[in-house]
Structures are given as structure tokens and as C-alpha cells.
């Protein structure tokens, strides 16, 4: 029996066989041809005497050319995919790779069928493209969630029943208690009434529920209703709390209770009200808008420093500065707002009772539209350096409220947009004599007038042709 035969019937559990295996001559046609007894063999004695090209499906025959060429020039190709087209016209992917035989013997190609691999990478992307669908639909149901949690006129808070620390509140919630995430709500009870919460939040751990208990919260000592229910959750099991006032106690939500609110809501500057280590306890529209933020929600809680270019730095010295002079004036920093857009905003900032400060109000201005005589705008005064020291002795005043590398690079751009403008002048206007006489590359320049608004038909003169 033959090589090829011995491939069809061979039945040794350690030998491992091909699936089909051709004898080519160096052309590439079908001399002698063997199957594995699991695939569709009817009628492929067909095959001998044509082109192995011919045998392929759409997209394989450059595959089988290239199979061909290697194994002819350096005697061995590397595997290849190609779709095989039996006589009785099934189809299936198999893997291939040619060696040339010894002498005039010609070449034989060893397949590999691989619909079981085929089958399986189907499935995987079929649990890929489902397990997708199912993450966008739990991402559309979280943003729901949040978006009832923030606009909530009922004061809601989620604390961990472990430690009782607050995971989340609205800002129901916040005007309530003085607490943020991360802190303990105990602390913030009357020690009178601790027991009895303590009490029904044991009740509701056993049970899953209790009746509601009557606290008195806030400055003003107020009674409010405060209802528990059990979460699931991770890392643990949550408490959520339901504040409700009592009756003939005034809502939250009701502008009588805080006057101030839609004075600072209409505000059109970004006001924000901080704690000493610089947490968010209150953030007006204003400030929602400049960070494309969705609610309250995503800023109460969190440090100013998160949307700040330089954090630690730049919060660092907003902090000292406060703790120094009592105040902050227009210190200039930029914000990164949630989809990643940088603004040039400017800082002033107090805090409320001699320091250390307890709450600091903030207020942030958006200048990256303020036409300036700075870096990156045009000046008011055309004429080439009539500014110049006009802007670099403005410079000397944010010393202090500034860090020292960006007052750095501020300077550098305003020397550079200097000698460009001086050597615009010089050139008339002449975009290639200019580059020339800074040393720079065309393109180069035509980057920096881009940068610092350089750019535009006022300047005089024609380019050279380059």
C-alpha cells in the first residue's frame, strides 16, 4: 500500500496523519492525492492531472502561488489558509504548507483541515460581539441610575454596611450632613439617637428591612425620616438611606432653605465651595458646564485636583498660597475637562474663618477666548516687539501664583512669537526669506504662525517658489 494510502487507513493512536496530502510535480499539477476518511472524498481522483490552483476557492490562489514559489526556491513554504473546493462542492478552510521532495520527485503539500478552529474563532467572536451588547446595556442602565441618583429631590445616600463609610450621596444628601464619601455617617448622628440607628440597621440586616426611625440632622437640628434598605454589591453588601423631613419640616430642595443657591446657580463663572484638603462639597451649573460634567454627582466628593493639568502642583499652590495671604487672585492653571479638552482658566479663591481654612470658596474664570497681548494671541499693538516688554514685565506679577516651568515656557513663546514678527517685518512678509533667516525649515514656520495666529492675509508679500 501506498504513502497516501497508508494516510487514508492509518489508525495509530501516536501517529498524527494530514488531512489530505498532494504530490505535485514542480508546475503545480495533481499527480497522486490522499484524504482522511473524515472528509468528502467522493469523486476527487478528479484532481489528478489539474493545477492545484484550479482546486482553490476565491482569494487562494495567490496563496498557492506563493506556496509553490517558496518550496521550489528554498524548499519548505510556510502554512498558508486557503479555502479547499471538493468535486462534490463542499468547501472547507484548510491549512497548507509545501516541501520539495528530493531529486525530480517533484513537491507534496501537507493540509491541516481546520473548520474546527473556524467553527470555534466563530463562536468566540459571536460571545465577543454579545458580551459587548450586554456591557453597552449595563453601561446605558448605570447612566439611568446615575442620572435619577443626581436629579433626586430626595436625599439618598449609600454607605457600606461593613464599616458604615459613605460610598455615594446626591446632593440632597450633601446639604443634609456634612459628610463626603470616604467619611463615617456615625459621627454626624446625635449620640442620643446613635443606638436606635444602630439598632435599625441591624434589623435590617437580619431582615431586610425595618420600619423607619425619626433623627435630628444638621445645623439646625431639624427631624427627619430615615428609611434603610439592603444592596447587594461589591466588595460588599450596602446600606441605602432614604432621608425624608417630617412633617412640617421643609423639603431640601425648596430655595427658601438655601438663598444663596439660585444667586451662585445663575453665577456665570464656575464657583465652587471646597474642604481644607481640597474635596468638592458644592459646584454651580457654571463649573458642570466647563468640565462636561453630567450632575453634581460626578464632582461632589472629588478633588478639585482630578481636572487640573498638573494636580499635585498646581493644587498644592492654590493651598499654600490660601493658607499664606488668606486669598488667591487670578491664578492661571488649565483645566481638562471630562472628554479631554484643555482650558485656560484663571483662579481666585478665600477661605471662610481664619486659617487653617475649613471651606474655600473658589472661583474659576474661563480665559482661553480672552484676547490677549500673552502667548498664542495676537497682540493689540501690531507693530513687531512694541509689546514685548510690556508682556514680559506682566509676567513678573504672576510670580507666586504661577508655577516657575510654566512661567518658563510662557516667556519662551513669547520670544519666539517675537523674532518671527521681527523677521517677518525684515522679509516683507516673504514666508521662504523668512524661514531662511531664523534657520528654520518652511514647514516649521508655517507650524509656529499656525501656533500663535501668525497666519492670515495681513501679512504682505509673496512667497519664493520653493
Known amino acids: 500500500m501506498s504513502a497516501y494510502g497508508t494516510t487514508r487507513h492509518a489508525s495509530h493512536p501516536t501517529i498524527h496523519q494530514p488531512d489530505i496530502t498532494l504530490l505535485l510535480d514542480d508546475a503545480g499539477i495533481i499527480r497522486k492525492a490522499s484524504l482522511a476518511n473524515d472528509l468528502p472524498g467522493e469523486g476527487f481522483e478528479s484532481w489528478l492531472g489539474r493545477p492545484w490552483i484550479e482546486t482553490v476557492g476565491d482569494g487562494g490562489t495567490e496563496k498557492v502561488r506563493g506556496m509553490l514559489d517558496d518550496a521550489l526556491t528554498v524548499g519548505v513554504s510556510a502554512f498558508r489558509l486557503v479555502q479547499q473546493r471538493f468535486p462534490n462542492g463542499t468547501e472547507l478552510p484548510v491549512e497548507y504548507s509545501t516541501v520539495r521532495l528530493g531529486g525530480q520527485s517533484g513537491l507534496i503539500a501537507i493540509g491541516k483541515n481546520q473548520q474546527a478552529v473556524a467553527e470555534l474563532q466563530s463562536r468566540l467572536i459571536a460571545t465577543q460581539q454579545a458580551r459587548e451588547q450586554d456591557y453597552w446595556k449595563l453601561r446605558e442602565v448605570e447612566t439611568r441610575y446615575r442620572l435619577l441618583f443626581d436629579a433626586s429631590h430626595e436625599a439618598v445616600l449609600l454607605i457600606r454596611a461593613d464599616t458604615l463609610r459613605v460610598v455615594e450621596l446626591n446632593l440632597a444628601a450633601q446639604r443634609i450632613l456634612n459628610v463626603s464619601p470616604g467619611q463615617e455617617l456615625m459621627p454626624e448622628i ?277
Open 190 to 466: 446625635n449620640s442620643a439617637e446613635a443606638d436606635t440607628v444602630n439598632a435599625m440597621l441591624a434589623r435590617v440586616r437580619d431582615q431586610g428591612r425595618a420600619p423607619g426611625v425619626m433623627l435630628h440632622l444638621g445645623a439646625d437640628g431639624h427631624a427627619w425620616i430615615i428609611r434603610a434598605s439592603m444592596m447587594s454589591s461589591e466588595p460588599g453588601p450596602m446600606f441605602m438611606l432614604q432621608l425624608a423631613p417630617a412633617s412640617g419640616v421643609p423639603a431640601v430642595s425648596e430655595p427658601a432653605s438655601q438663598p444663596t443657591d439660585a444667586l451662585l446657580d445663575r453665577l456665570p463663572d464656575a464657583f465652587l465651595v471646597l474642604d481644607a484638603d481640597g474635596v468638592i462639597l458644592r459646584a454651580n451649573p457654571a463649573f458642570l458646564d466647563l468640565i462636561q460634567a453630567g450632575g453634581d454627582g460626578a464632582v461632589v466628593g472629588e478633588k478639585l485636583s482630578r481636572w487640573l493639568q498638573r494636580p499635585g502642583a498646581d493644587m498644592g499652590v492654590l493651598l499654600t498660597t490660601l493658607q499664606r495671604h488668606r486669598t488667591v487672585r487670578m491664578m492661571a492653571t488649565t483645566i481638562q475637562n471630562e472628554i479631554g479638552e484643555e482650558i485656560a482658566v484663571e483662579i481666585s479663591a478665600t477661605g471662610n474663618d481664619p486659617a487653617p481654612f475649613r471651606l474655600i470658596g473658589v472661583l474659576l474664570r474661563d480665559v482661553s477666548r480672552r484676547v490677549t497681548v500673552g502667548p498664542g494671541a495676537a497682540p493689540q499693538d501690531s507693530t513687531p516687539g512694541a509689546s514685548l516688554r510690556a508682556v514680559l514685565d506682566s509676567m513678573d506679577t504672576q510670580i507666586g501664583q504661577t508655577p516657575l516651568p510654566r512661567l518658563v515656557r510662557e516667556t519662551v513663546e513669547v520670544l519666539e512669537r517675537h523674532f518671527i514678527e521681527a523677521a517677518l517685518e525684515r522679509a516683507s512678509g516673504n514666508r521662504t526669506a523668512t524661514a531662511e533667516l531664523l534657520g528654520l525649515s518652511r514647514q516649521s514656520l508655517y507650524v509656529k504662525l499656525n501656533r500663535y495666529g501668525l497666519d492670515t492675509e495681513s501679512q504682505s508679500g509673496v512667497d519664493a517658489a520653493p
